[in-house]
């Protein structure tokens, strides 16, 4: 299912650590973005890793606009619109969704912070564009963007044309113009690709220059609150316009303030600390955990044993609902790695242990079946439970998995009225895991056996 993404820039060059008095600022600007994206159901995407590791051809200001959609595919990301926003940002905890005020168009917000570095910029680059007449009306901030996967060909024309041109455009942007990096000729292409742009949503998404524009003050004749005004009226902060060094003294003094406001939920912090299928192709994918937490969050579940819990991804997850998990695999390698991930989760006990011999568990309010992937070896999988745990719930995954061994056997469990679904869980048919394999119909489910 497609959703909005929000593609967070956030890069840490080791080399100009200095210049920036270190990268803590990104980290607090992450947590706002990833809480926001959690409250309003937008996928975080952050990027951390260059593309191309010349970051002297290749500045991050242009690989975000780059390499976006490449990305995006990378991951296997199926996108409606997309926020590019750089990492000097922090968004405000109970900002609105913005994606309901795009009307679907290429959004920007016009820079006028610095006027004459804008029309400095503009001559510099102008020639490059054999003299397009820029309209710096239409000027925007390339740090906060929103577009759709319409402007999917011109982002692969604009990168084209950096290909092209990549000397030239470096020479320019170091030593000729020195005014900016990607902005400019982004501006440039846009308009002469007459991209139609939408940059009339209200400045409270893009608070810059703070300090310029007193907004770091508050309301002294009012004497009632001293919040300042940025926190009060805006939604983006931007953190520009001063020593790039100050950067992490200023965001960490605003983090201090306001911090306490994006406390992520037990269940956002574990799932940002496991793999999911889109990325690892045996785990389970992120809606599956976030399905399963949100079905058993208010039940009464005191042991769950878990048949097959690789490398501890939803085992995870489990340890959120119960008062004990009993998790094993086969692999010495996956418990081990399973071992390092629940770290801190106290009631689970991993095992290396096939699941073909003998049983000697407390009796369970839930059994995780995933140890067995051949039809016969299921079939048998779940007589036992039947037989051992006959009250138990039961949850599988790869109900959907093309290699549909575990689909027949559940059709013919619900043809003979042997067992009665409680909920189906994760992605939907169509979904591609990292292996590239598309699910075939839904991911997993939950049911109990009919006695």
Not at 34 to 41: M, R
Not at 377 to 387: A, D, F, T
Not at 417 to 422: A, G, S
Request: proline share 3%.
């Amino acid at each position: 299912m497609k959703k909005n993404v929000v593609f967070w820039i956030g890069v840490k060059n080791k080399k100009y650590s200095d210049k920036y008095g270190g990268w803590e600022w990104l980290d607090i600007s992450k947590k706002t973005w990833q809480y926001w994206c959690d409250k309003n159901d937008v996928l975080f995407v952050p990027f951390e890793t260059p593309i191309e590791e010349d970051l002297i051809k290749f500045r991050i200001n242009w690989q975000k606009a780059l390499f976006v959609f490449d990305e995006l595919k990378r991951l296997n990301v199926e996108y409606n619109q997309i926020f590019l926003v750089d990492g000097m940002n922090m968004v405000k905890w109970n900002a609105p969704n913005i994606f309901n005020l795009t009307e679907n168009k290429f959004v920007g917000w016009r820079d006028i912070d610095n006027l004459n570095w804008v029309y400095q910029s503009k001559i510099g680059y102008k020639k490059f564009f054999d003299d397009f007449e820029l309209d710096l009306t239409k000027y925007i901030s390339s740090g906060l963007i929103i577009f759709n996967e319409s402007h999917k060909s011109f982002f692969d024309s604009f990168k084209e044309l950096y290909y092209n041109k990549t000397d030239e455009l470096v020479e320019l942007q170091d030593k000729l113009v020195k005014k900016g990096t990607e902005q400019t000729p982004l501006n440039y292409w846009l308009q002469i690709n007459n991209v139609d742009i939408k940059t009339d949503l209200p400045l409270s998404w893009k608070f810059t220059h703070m300090h310029r524009k007193e907004l770091y003050g508050y309301n002294w004749q009012l004497n009632n609150s001293k919040t300042p005004y940025f926190i009060k009226y805006g939604n983006v902060w931007n953190f520009s316009g001063f020593a790039k060094d100050k950067r992490t003294e200023i965001m960490s003094n605003v983090w201090n303030m306001v911090g306490h406001n994006y406390t992520p939920s037990p269940l956002k912090h574990t799932i940002d600390t496991v793999n999911h299928k889109n990325t690892y192709k045996n785990s389970t994918s992120r809606k599956f955990k976030i399905d399963l937490f949100e079905y058993l969050k208010d039940k009464s579940i005191d042991n769950v044993i878990e048949f097959g819990c690789c490398q501890g991804d939803t085992t995870k997850i489990l340890s959120l609902i119960s008062d004990k998990v009993y998790a094993s695999d086969i692999s010495p390698e996956n418990i081990e790695i399973a071992k390092d991930k629940c770290i801190g989760c106290e009631n689970v006990l991993f095992e290396i242990k096939d699941i073909n011999t003998d049983w000697e568990y407390p009796q369970p309010s839930l059994v995780y079946l995933d140890a067995l992937h051949d039809y016969n070896g299921i079939i048998n999988g779940l007589n036992r439970v039947k037989s051992t745990y006959p009250n138990s719930i039961i949850v599988m995954d790869d109900y959907g998995h093309e290699m549909n061994t575990v689909k027949p056997i559940i059709e013919d469990l619900l043809k003979s009225k042997e067992i009665k679904v409680l909920s189906w869980i994760g992605e939907d048919k169509g979904f591609m895991a990292a292996n590239g394999k598309k699910f075939i119909d839904k991911e997993g489910l939950i049911f109990k056996f009919l006695l």
